[in-house]
Nanobody, 124 residues
Framework: QVQLVESGGGLVQAGGSLRLSCAAS????????MGWFRQAPGNEREFVAV????????YYADSVKGRFTISRDNAKNTVYLRMNSLKPEDTGVYYC?????????????????WGQGTQVTVSS
């Protein structure tokens, strides 16, 4: 069973940047789409970004488009999320997940392995 571990979260001022990492162990993620989701207190988990297995094709939520960049290094079994121009509304726990479909979707139900999450807090 693949295990995913996120890191890189923290406290940052609005306008700042963070890079999250998601390291996989116990199996490969190289042939699967990988997604990032986030959840703020009292809110449902929401889609942030997905990258298909090759790393070439990506898709973003409108709320982060142009500010966040998802990437992957299949040789390192790791997925990244670069977050620039952070806003207070980006605050939440960020999770990476392995997709079960070939293309990757925005639906959390289409992901079968999840990390424990990393907290991102953006102060105004």
């Amino acid at each position: 069973q693949v295990q995913l571990v996120e890191s890189g979260g923290g406290l940052v001022q609005a306008g700042g940047s963070l890079r999250l990492s998601c390291a996989a162990s116990g199996g490969t993620i190289s042939t699967y789409p990988m997604g990032w989701f986030r959840q703020a207190p009292g809110n449902e988990r929401e889609f942030v970004a997905v990258v298909r297995w090759s790393g070439v094709t990506t898709y973003y939520a409108d709320s982060v488009k142009g500010r966040f960049t998802i990437s992957r290094d299949n040789a390192k079994n790791t997925v990244y999320l670069r977050m620039n121009s952070l806003k207070p509304e980006d605050t939440g726990v960020y999770y990476c997940a392995r997709g079960t479909t070939g293309w990757g979707t925005v639906n959390p139900g289409d992901y079968d392995c999840w990390g424990q999450g990393t907290q991102v807090t953006v102060s105004s």
